[in-house]
T-cell receptor, first 113, second 109 residues
Framework: DGGITQSPKYLFRKEGQNVTLSCEQNLNHDAMYWYRQDPGQGLRLIYY???????QKGDIAEGYSVSREKKESFPLTVTSAQKNPTAFYLCTSSTPGHRNTIYFGEGSWLTVV | RKEVEQDPGPFNVPEGATVAFNCTYSNSASQSFFWYRQDCRKEPKLLMS???SGNEDGRFTAQLNRASQYISLLIRDSKLSDSATYLCVVRSSASKIIFGSGTRLSIRP
């Protein structure tokens, strides 16, 4: 079955460390997205990529970095510059087109200790 | 102004009630619209797409008003299992996908 795989599901990070969250999809989707969700809040767009080797900043890109070297992979690095990284991170993918469904990974919980 | 805005709620209604949510969007070029449901600590799940002519799926009805730039979701005969957060989602012409902050719904017996 096709889908999106995020890993790890739970991650603890010490202050000052960079961490990378993995997102892999086997749906052959061109577009991939990373969102952050804080408790009781909605999803905020961090970065998105519409094609390999290209990506755009979302609304809260500061302190994060991404790469899109392969169509199926869109890893997110939470850098030490992100001052409040504890959150739920969701990766999604979609094909272009108005009616195409958005597919979600199961999410990654990042906690800074 | 946020690109997509929703009333955060919470809406607390008795079982069997009808409840409606609205969502406004700022980009008039937005091309597609969806309602997603999110349960606590889980990823969002697609509830329904929203079409210009309005569409219905059982107890759920979605409508789009392009002139006023809002979409709505109506839930009739609400069930306890409808308790969740409902997210409005808007896709722009450039494939940017923006989520509203969500409206929390709690159905009481």
């Amino acid at each position: 079955d096709g889908g999106i795989t995020q890993s790890p599901k739970y991650l603890f990070r010490k202050e000052g460390q960079n961490v990378t969250l993995s997102c892999e999809q086997n749906l052959n989707h061109d577009a991939m997205y990373w969102y952050r969700q804080d408790p009781g809040q909605g999803l905020r767009l961090i970065y998105y990529s519409q094609i390999v080797n290209d990506f755009q900043k979302g609304d809260i890109a500061e302190g994060y970095s991404v790469s899109r070297e392969k169509k199926e992979s869109f890893p997110l690095t939470v850098t030490s510059a992100q001052k409040n990284p504890t959150a739920f991170y969701l990766c999604t993918s979609s094909t272009p087109g108005h009616r195409n469904t958005i597919y979600f990974g199961e999410g990654s919980w990042l906690t800074v200790v | 102004r946020k690109e997509v805005e929703q009333d955060p709620g919470p809406f607390n209604v008795p079982e069997g009630a009808t409840v409606a949510f609205n969502c406004t969007y700022s980009n008039s070029a937005s091309q597609s619209f969806f309602w997603y449901r999110q349960d606590c600590r889980k990823e969002p799940k697609l509830l329904m797409s929203v079409y210009s002519s309005g569409n219905e799926d059982g107890r759920f009805t979605a409508q789009l008003n392009r002139a006023s730039q809002y979409i709505s979701l109506l839930i009739r005969d609400s069930k306890l299992s409808d308790s969740a957060t409902y997210l409005c989602v808007v896709r722009s012409s450039a494939s940017k996908i923006i989520f509203g902050s969500g409206t929390r719904l709690s159905i009481r017996p």
